[in-house]
Nanobody
Framework: QVQLVESGGGLVQAGGSLRLSCAVS????????MGWYRQAPGKQRELVAS???????NYADSVKGRFTISRNSAPNTILLQMHSLNPEDTAVYYC?????????????WGQGTQVTVSS
């Protein structure tokens, strides 16, 4: 049973920074491509950043230059460093492992971590 646990969210003023962490537990035996997703109220969940097995990264246009995805020291744990936050970044942030073929989220979602940016 794979579990995804996100942490690090909170309330921050516009222009501020936060760092999110994602820990994966369960029967994961190798490095996987992973992604950070977010879902704002009334909107669909969207992919904001991803990191491949060889650490290539991709970002949604809305976060390019402000967010950085990276791997932590433990296998299949990732970070999301967020700078210059604005109210449009307010959402629940989730991580997931990406299916090796389809690139889609592979496991049930965790609880997520709430990020709220005040203006």
């Amino acid at each position: 049973q794979v579990q995804l646990v996100e942490s690090g969210g909170g309330l921050v003023q516009a222009g501020g920074s936060l760092r999110l962490s994602c820990a994966v537990s369960g029967s994961i035996s190798r490095i996987n491509s992973m992604g950070w997703y977010r879902q704002a109220p009334g909107k669909q969940r969207e992919l904001v950043a991803s990191i491949s097995v060889i650490n290539n990264t991709n970002y949604a246009d809305s976060v390019k230059g402000r967010f950085t995805i990276s791997r932590n020291s433990a296998p299949n744990t990732i970070l999301l460093q967020m700078h210059s936050l604005n109210p449009e970044d307010t959402a629940v942030y989730y991580c997931n492992i990406q299916h090796p073929t389809w690139g889609t989220p592979r496991y049930p979602w965790g609880q997520g971590t709430q990020v709220t940016v005040s203006s």
